[in-house]
């Protein structure tokens, strides 16, 4: 059962990270709309807004992993490991 848990947890973490990096450059201006040095950077950074929606986002996914892997859709082990038990 622990091991179960410590599983899902790194998985979330994992999902977390990389959801944060499809959520940061959100709000970035267009070209030519500010001046600055980075034309990348977000005008407003909002990170706790982002950190909140990544939050909601990782956890959803976790979720239907969940609930998929609860209804033996799917296996955890066998997505992680590439195998069948």
Do not use: C, D
């Amino acid at each position: 059962m622990w091991s179960s848990l410590i599983t899902y947890f790194f998985v979330f973490m994992i999902i977390w990270w990389l959801v944060l990096f499809t959520q940061l450059p959100r709000g970035g201006a267009a070209p030519g709309e500010q001046e600055v040095n980075e034309h990348g950077a977000p005008l407003e950074n909002n990170l706790k807004a982002k950190m909140l929606r990544t939050t909601l986002i990782a956890g959803g996914i976790i979720a239907l992993l969940f609930i998929l892997s609860q209804l033996g859709v799917i296996s955890l082990f066998e997505i992680l490991t590439g195998r069948a038990l």
